[in-house]
């Protein structure tokens, strides 16, 4: 059973930086697909940004791209979110997701995702 652990949140200001954290335990970290997704309050989930196992390919929502980087670092188990030039819309809890990449057919989908975190909170003042 793969575990997950989100860490990073917090309050900034708009235009403020953070880097989202997300380790992994219980499974072999390598072989999965990883994503970051958001929820705000009433609002659905939605994707974020997600990494292939190898971290030779990223995929970014519109809305954060040019802004958001992932990656991840298969020796320490943990994959990032680096965040930059926050927006006060970027406020919402933040969620990782592993996955199998032979079933996922859309990274941007929380359907292929088989194991997802806690989540940890952003919230970005105006």
């Known amino acids: 059973q793969v575990q997950l652990v989100e860490s990073g949140g917090g309050l900034v200001q708009a235009g403020d930086s953070l880097r989202l954290s997300c380790a992994t335990s219980?499974?072999?970290?390598?072989?999965?697909?990883m994503g970051w997704f958001r929820q705000a309050p009433g609002k659905e989930r939605e994707f974020v940004a997600a990494?292939?196992?190898?971290?030779?390919?990223?995929y970014y929502a519109a809305s954060v791209k040019g802004r958001f980087t992932i990656s991840r670092d298969n020796a320490e188990n943990t994959v990032y979110l680096q965040m930059n030039s926050l927006k006060p819309e970027d406020t919402a809890d933040y969620y990782c997701?592993?996955?199998?990449?032979?079933?996922?057919?859309?990274?941007?989908?929380?359907?292929?995702?088989?194991?997802w975190g806690q989540g940890t909170q952003v919230t970005v003042s105006s």
């Open positions: 997701a592993a996955g199998d990449p032979s079933s996922i057919i859309y990274y941007y989908s929380p359907r292929g995702y088989d194991y």
């Open positions: 219980g499974g072999t970290f390598s072989i999965y697909a």
């Open positions: 990494i292939r196992r190898s971290g030779g390919t990223t």
